[in-house]
């Protein structure tokens, strides 16, 4: 009998707190960063097919590969691999479904590996356990391990070595979507440049960020708020500062770039104030689409069973 599809959703992450160290001699950076996953999502169905292959729709699906460079595909690989298939005919197909904007800093690539490392699991019978999965997951990008624990997470290493952290009550961001994407490896290289001209200023210890997540107060959390990489986005794409800006005007607590940016999150104090700010924002003409999310939502999860149940996510069109 052919095996039933199965279907992983899977969330964006943001950087609450990004400090990046120097650059290490494998071309790494060693990072202290807490992860956040938020509510939006990729999802991603794998099924037994004769022919191989991927397709990709959604937010961004044109500028995703569909060949062995889509980190999804590079996942069913190493996987086969693993479990003694054939690599280069591993008898499935990837459907991906795009919530999360591609090169935004979101790790929607990430989040997509992860998602079929969780998927063919149960697919392919392995019954690998979360470590396992975790391992595997590192080999294949420095967020791929988050995207399959989801919540709120301290990471360190390049940032593959995790451990949750508690976060009170829910937190409600405004997300703003810039038109083109910033690669990630761009970003760090600027930073080192930066680094190398001058003295950017860095992001402070991550205790009393970590406080603040466990107080649940967004007011105490907006303050506490950084990342090493803005300063190189914003570099890169000068009219950050404008969408960062605005973001507060609009009512945001704070607003940040998340990880390599350019995608911009803001934390409101609550629910209808990011509703207000969201609006504020799309009409302000300083970014493509504005979202607004939640966090901390859960990682990687089959949800081919109760897709009946899956919210629709508000969003506001800028
Ligand atoms: C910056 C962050 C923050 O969470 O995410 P994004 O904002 O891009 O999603 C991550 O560190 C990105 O993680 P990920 O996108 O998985 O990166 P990888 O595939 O492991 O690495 C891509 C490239 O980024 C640079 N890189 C990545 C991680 C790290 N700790 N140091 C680095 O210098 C390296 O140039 C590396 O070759
Ligand atoms: N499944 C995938 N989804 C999105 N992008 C992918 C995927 N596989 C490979 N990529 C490539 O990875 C790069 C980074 O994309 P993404 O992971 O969305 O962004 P970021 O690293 O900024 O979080 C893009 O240039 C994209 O072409």
């Given at each position: 009998m052919v095996p039933t599809p199965i279907t992983v959703r899977v969330p964006a992450k943001v950087n609450l707190h990004l400090a990046v160290g120097d650059p290490r001699p494998d071309g790494y950076h060693e990072l202290i960063t807490v992860f956040q996953a938020v509510s939006m999502t990729d999802e991603v169905t794998v099924l037994v097919a004769d022919e191989p292959g991927i397709d990709v729709h959604g937010e961004g699906a044109d500028s995703v590969p569909t060949g062995p460079s889509n980190l999804a595909w590079k996942a069913v690989r190493l996987l086969a691999e693993r479990s003694e298939r054939d690599p280069e005919e591993p008898g499935v197909r990837l459907s991906i479904s795009k919530g999360i904007p591609v090169a935004g800093g979101m790790a929607g690539g990430s989040a997509d590996a992860a998602a079929a490392l969780l998927a063919l699991n149960h697919l392919w019978r392995l019954e690998l356990g979360r470590d396992e999965l975790c391992d595997i997951a590192a080999q294949l990008g420095s967020d791929v391990p988050f995207a399959l624990q989801g919540g709120t997470a301290l990471g360190t290493g390049r940032g593959e070595r995790l451990v949750p952290v508690l976060a009170r009550h829910t937190f409600h961001w405004v997300i703003a979507l810039d038109r083109r994407g910033l690669e990630t490896p761009t970003v760090f290289g600027e930073l080192d440049r930066l680094r190398e001209e001058s003295k950017p200023n860095r992001v402070g210890e991550v205790e009393p960020l970590l406080e603040a997540l466990a107080s649940g107060d967004p007011r105490q959390l907006a303050l506490l708020l950084g990342n090493d990489l803005q300063a190189a986005a914003v570099s890169l794409r000068p009219g950050l500062r404008r969408t960062l800006r605005a973001g507060v005007q609009a009512g945001a607590l704070a607003g940040i770039v998340s990880g390599s940016g350019p995608t911009c999150a803001f934390l409101c104090t609550d629910a209808d104030s990011a509703v207000r700010v969201a609006a504020e924002l799309s009409g302000?003409?300083?970014?493509?689409t504005v979202r607004v999310a939640q966090g901390p939502v859960p990682g990687a999860r089959i949800v081919s069973d109760d897709r009946a149940d899956r919210p629709t996510p508000p969003q506001v069109h800028a």
């Open positions: 302000a003409g300083v970014c493509r």
